[in-house]
Every structure is written in structure tokens, then in C-alpha cells.
């Protein structure tokens, strides 16, 4: 097939790095320190690693920043302590994505409640939790609902079928995490030196592009949004350099293929039917960002398990030697975290950023130990 | 966590649910395609190339957009988890 090749052809992804090298020396180079581009997103943090892409650009001048959008990642502990607890209760069927059940918490991840006899079921969809509700009309299904906009029109859905049938059995523990707070809150840290962004591609598909337009704005911050192929985030990243050497500061759309500028307005229709802002959301590595998770509206309250059920909601200090916070700030790169690849590896998590493929830490430890700057 | 796998809309399932047949990768399964309607009836869904993610499609994408994607997945661990899972689970 034409267009396979035409991805796989090495020549444009050299011709692109070429592209780059020229316009990182169009940029005035008063600055002391590489660029520093943040992708946001977890599947390109992946693809960065996957494809070594770092190390086909010149690592003086230009650096990536991971940023926080791998959801597993930046779950707290504390939150995996109300998983846990509530899978233990005899009369629970917990469900949740393959992602969440290795994520350790203070006492256990939900893979070892499964172990010891929690019943703990792995389900593709959430549709899939409602399904076993369903089937078990004598036990209680509590689905864990996590991830950013991507995801949350998924779980919303799913209330909505599970309010129309008129399942009682049904509930959804939400911890889903808002995009736009985040990075405002990540633009507002003191100590971040971000000179442009790299936007999700499958988030933006959902909340289109303008959410983003303060970012230029306010913070005169480039962006791309990006696709998940190579070539995508090189041009991204291209793209994002020739704003800053031309002087500009837009929101522009790499994927454009797939992300409409006003994304999708039956999913952001039915986020909007279940959903509302939680004044504070707390992330594993960041602290507490106002404004960046969601909970369930008071007309599904019937289904929203903190209310059905006692939900410890203790909150748990990171581990102290772990230094996720510092490599989602993006002070420190992932290997140069005091317990990198020691204390904390991939079979034995200690730190979020090495439990999932997203992750960064996971994702340098699997594809790029070899090399010092991956 | 965010992955999103190219399919092809095949058959309507459960029109009030909007439930349809979507085909992912050689393997067929129920999707919700509420998010891709348009304003007609369900059924002109039928033979669109959709992006799926966690059994729901999420946008509309065109055929040489899906089979780039899934040219790249295809090398993903992650794809073949996915994969794994979609076909275990109900």
C-alpha cells in the first residue's frame, strides 16, 4: 500500500530532521539550555521512545519534556487504597482497564487484591462492566472509570445506558482527569521553563482545538497537535519551532485527519449530561490542580459509587525517593531519578511514570537505557 | 491507554443502543457508534472507517488514514494487549 511505504520511507523522516536542525538555527540562541518541547500525551512519549526520536535530533538544542498525560501515571496512591478497599467488599465485582491493575497503591495494586481473592475483573470497555451487571444481578459491579477526555464520553455513555435500563447494581467509581486545568496548572508553575507543546491527538478529537488557544494566548506557548506515528510528531515538532522562530504563537493542527476543530460534539454532549468539575482533583507527582477531575452529576447519583458505597478517600504521601513529580515538571529526565532502574523497575513500580508503556520512566527503561539522553 | 484502532462499521447490532458490528484488525465486535452518527438513520454508519477506543467509536476517519494507523499499531505491544483484550472479554 502506497501510503504504509510512504511512512515508512526513512528518506522523509531524515528530510524532516534535516527541516529541524535548520529552523532550531533560525532561533535566536541567547539561551543557555536546549528548547524544551512538552508532549503531553502518553502515547507520544511512547512513540518518542519506540522510535528513538530524541536521538535523531540535535540533543543541545532541543529537549522533550514528558508530560502528564498517561492517566495511570498520575493516579494517587490513595486512589488505588479506595480500589482496593472497595474490590474487597464481598458483594463488589470491580472492573477496570488492564492499565490500572498494576498500579501499586500503600498496601497492594489491584492485580494483588485479585490474588488474594478480591473478585477483580479486567474489561475492554465499560460497556463491558455493564454487561456483568447485567449477568449478576446479585452482586454489585462498580466500574473504575480513569483518563482524560479520551475516555470520559466512554464511561458518560455507559451511565446513560445503565440509567435507561434501570440497572441498580451498576456503579462507577470516577476518576477521570481533565486536560485543560492540568497544563494551566503546569504553565503556572514557577519553576517549568516550557517553550512550546506538542497537544494530544486523541483528547483534541474530542475537545477540538480552540481549549487550547489560551495556552498561545495567555502564555505565548506554541502548540501542535499531533498524530502518533513518527513523522507525525517530528512535523509537530517542526511545526511548533517554526512558530517560535518566526515570531508566532498559534494553536495549529498536525492531525488534522482526525481532529476536527471542534472535536466531537456528541461526546462532549454526553461528558456534559454526566459530568461536572471537582473543585480539587489530587495527582500523583503534581499535588492537587483545581478544576481537574469530574464528578457525577447529582441525576446520576444513583450510580456514582462514592456516594453508593464508604469510600476511604485517604490520601497517601509518593514514596520519598521517588521523584515522579520532578520528571513530569520535567526538571530531571527519567533516568536521572535517584531510584531509576534500581529500586524502581517495571517488574517491581515504586514511582507511577514506571508502571505503564506510557509512562515515561517505563517507556525509557524499556526502550532506551543504552542511551544517557533517550 | 489512549489508543485508538481503526475499524470498519459492518452491520447495525442493536439500533436503539446503538450498538453495531465493527470490524478491528481481522476480528469482529460490538461497538458503540453513538459518538459517529450523523442525523440520518443509523444504518448509513454502515462501511464507515471509524477510530475505536475502549468498544466506543470516537471519530470518523477515512481508509488510508486507517491503514496507516494500523501499519504503525501493528508493531505496538500495547496494540497486541488490546487486541488480546478486546477478544477476551464479553
Not at chain 1, 534535516?18 to 532550531?24: S, Y
Not at chain 1, 497492594?108 to 465499560?126: E, I, N, T
Not at chain 1, 506554541?222 to 507525525?232: C, K, Q, R
Not at chain 2, 452518527?37 to 454502515?46: A, F, H, L, R, V
Request: net charge negative; proline share 7%.
Amino acid at each position: 500500500m502506497k501510503f504504509v511505504d510512504e511512512f515508512r520511507d526513512p528518506a522523509k523522516a531524515q528530510a524532516l530532521v534535516e527541516d529541524i536542525r535548520r529552523v532550531l538555527s533560525r532561533i535566536p540562541s541567547s539561551r543557555r539550555r536546549p528548547l524544551q518541547v512538552m508532549e503531553v500525551c502518553g502515547g507520544h512519549t511512547h512513540t518518542i521512545f519506540r522510535y528513538g526520536i530524541q536521538r535523531m535530533l540535535p540533543d543541545e538544542d532541543l529537549e522533550y519534556v514528558h508530560g502528564p498525560g498517561c492517566p495511570v501515571c498520575v493516579l494517587p496512591m490513595g486512589r488505588v487504597d479506595d480500589c482496593v478497599a472497595l474490590a474487597e467488599r464481598p458483594e463488589v465485582i470491580f472492573s477496570t482497564f488492564g492499565d490500572a491493575m498494576r498500579v501499586p497503591g500503600s498496601r497492594k495494586s489491584l492485580l494483588q487484591a485479585k490474588a488474594d481473592g478480591a473478585d477483580v475483573r479486567m474489561v475492554y470497555s465499560p460497556l463491558d462492566a455493564l454487561a456483568l451487571a447485567r449477568r449478576h444481578p446479585d452482586r454489585e459491579v462498580i466500574f473504575f472509570g480513569l483518563g482524560f477526555e479520551t475516555t470520559m464520553p466512554s464511561t458518560a455513555m455507559t451511565l446513560i445506558q445503565a440509567r435507561r435500563q434501570g440497572l441498580r447494581n451498576f456503579s462507577l467509581f470516577c476518576n477521570h482527569i481533565t486536560i485543560i486545568p492540568t497544563l494551566r496548572a503546569l504553565l503556572d508553575a514557577p519553576d517549568l521553563r516550557l517553550d512550546a507543546l506538542v497537544g494530544p491527538g486523541h483528547v483534541s478529537m474530542i475537545i477540538g482545538t480552540s481549549p487550547y488557544d489560551f495556552i498561545a494566548r495567555d502564555y505565548g506557548r506554541p502548540v501542535a497537535i499531533a498524530g502518533f506515528e513518527p513523522l507525525d510528531l517530528l512535523h509537530a515538532t517542526w511545526m511548533v519551532l517554526k512558530q517560535l522562530a518566526e515570531g508566532r504563537c498559534e494553536i495549529e493542527n498536525q492531525y488534522g485527519r482526525v481532529v476536527p476543530p471542534d472535536g466531537n460534539p456528541r461526546a462532549l454532549a454526553a461528558i456534559d449530561e454526566v459530568f461536572e468539575p471537582r473543585e480539587h482533583f489530587e495527582w500523583r507527582g503534581l499535588g492537587s490542580i483545581a478544576q481537574s477531575g469530574v464528578r457525577i452529576r447529582p441525576a446520576y447519583a444513583a450510580y456514582d459509587a462514592e456516594r453508593k458505597f464508604a469510600v476511604p478517600n485517604v490520601a497517601i504521601a509518593d514514596p520519598s525517593a521517588c521523584q515522579c513529580g520532578e520528571v513530569l515538571k520535567g526538571l530531571i529526565r527519567p533516568h536521572q531519578c535517584r531510584v531509576f532502574g534500581t529500586a524502581c523497575t517495571p517488574e517491581t513500580p515504586l514511582g507511577a511514570l514506571m508502571v505503564s508503556s506510557e509512562g515515561a520512566c517505563a517507556a525509557q527503561y524499556g526502550y532506551g537505557r543504552q542511551a544517557a539522553h533517550a | 491507554m489512549c489508543l485508538g484502532i481503526p475499524g470498519q462499521i459492518v452491520a447495525i447490532l442493536d439500533a436503539e443502543s446503538a450498538i453495531a458490528t465493527v470490524e478491528v484488525g481481522g476480528v469482529r465486535r460490538p461497538v458503540n457508534v453513538s459518538f459517529v452518527m450523523d442525523d440520518g438513520p443509523i444504518e448509513t454508519c454502515i462501511g464507515a472507517w471509524v477510530l475505536v477506543h475502549v468498544g466506543f467509536a470516537m471519530a470518523r476517519i477515512d481508509a488510508e488514514e486507517a491503514a496507516r494507523t494500523l501499519a504503525v499499531l501493528a508493531e505496538l505491544e500495547e496494540f497486541q494487549a488490546e487486541m488480546q483484550s478486546m477478544v477476551q472479554t464479553p
